[in-house]
């Protein structure tokens, strides 16, 4: 190339440099701060917040770059749900079940006593109408909300003492969360509500009898083994707890398109690896809660799973009869599904699990 063309070319990339700063590039990126229910890294909820927020990043092309404050870094973890409603925080990763004091339409979304498991719960929104209503309740708190993970089959909890019946329910001090929290109370239970951190701190002074927090992943990192021996099923209060990621709505739709397919498509391509996440550690750590730490595993009676399922049902009755339009459609959505889908688990999922366990040779 002849001198006088190269500084041609060489005076053009200088035009084109200066119309087109490398600034220019970085302008588009989105840097979201993202608050969260949990402490940073608690196996489970913890894990799967930052999980969250690498895959968002990821899919974006780094174009939304999203840095985890962990609960109390920048706001306690039950401010999360005001901190993104009011443009403190771009979003949140927690659980439905903390926002019950907003309404009671918020804890259909996470779980129900008696109520839908994770895959069922993926099945509302996606196939029975169950986003509609989700995104109608939080436009109302300028939110747009998604599921993101499913902790799966909870379990009734931790206890200084064992059951023998539903009276020993009455007056039992107990941490529970949602709309299990009404269940409970219906049977004199006093219930009481905090966080994993303060649940074990209450146990350990007596200050709770009992209480129940997620499952033997979570659990076992939180130290309970270490106050109370005594680990109940099933967790009919929550056959399934969802997570939620919750974007602020206007920041939301002021994404162009693909980085709203990009953030909606991390959250629902999470909520399957977080679920199986939960499912294959807690059995795991189960096994070393009872080899290592002498924990006891218990079934709930009998009697008081009926008297239980008596008491979800009053709640639920009480929410159809509610004063809040909303409130009523939500509910009876979620009654229409539940009905639906638990009529072919029977045969399906019911039928399968029954098999595998009558007794016969197969090698483990």
Sequence with gaps: MKRRDFIKVAGAGAVASAAFPAPAIAQDVRKWKMVTAWPKNLPGPGVAAQ????RITALSGGRIQVKLYAAGELVPGRGVF?????GTAELYHAVPAYWGSKSKNFLLFGSQ?????????????????GQALYDELYAQFDLKPFLCGNS????????????????DLKGLRYR?????????????????????????????????????FIGPWSDSALGFD??????????????????????NKKVYNALPDDLKQAVAY?????YNDVWTEYTTKHAR????????????VRALPEDIIIKMGNAAGEVMNELLEADDDLLRRTTKSFLEYRSSISDYMVYADNGAMNARNLNYSYPS
């Design 51 to 54: 999980q969250l927020a690498n």
């Design 82 to 86: 005001d901190a993104v409603s009011e």
């Design 113 to 129: 006593p008696f109520g839908l498991r994770a895959d069922e719960q993926l099945g509302w929104l996606v196939h029975g109408g």
């Design 152 to 167: 799966g089959p909870q379990w009734f909890g931790w206890f200084r003492n064992e059951l023998k019946s539903a009276d």
């Design 176 to 212: 529970t969360t949602g709309l299990a929290s009404e269940m409970m109370s219906k049977l004199g239970t006093a219930v009481q509500a905090m966080g994993g951190r303060a649940m074990f701190q209450a146990l350990q002074s007596g200050a709770i009898d009992a209480g129940e």
């Design 226 to 247: 270490q106050v109370a021996k005594n680990y109940y099923w099933p967790g009919i209060g929550e056959p399934s707890s969802a997570e939620e990621c919750v974007v």
């Design 266 to 270: 991390a959250c629902g391509s999470l």
């Design 285 to 296: 750590a189960l096994k070393f809660l009872v080899a290592e730490k002498g924990v006891k």
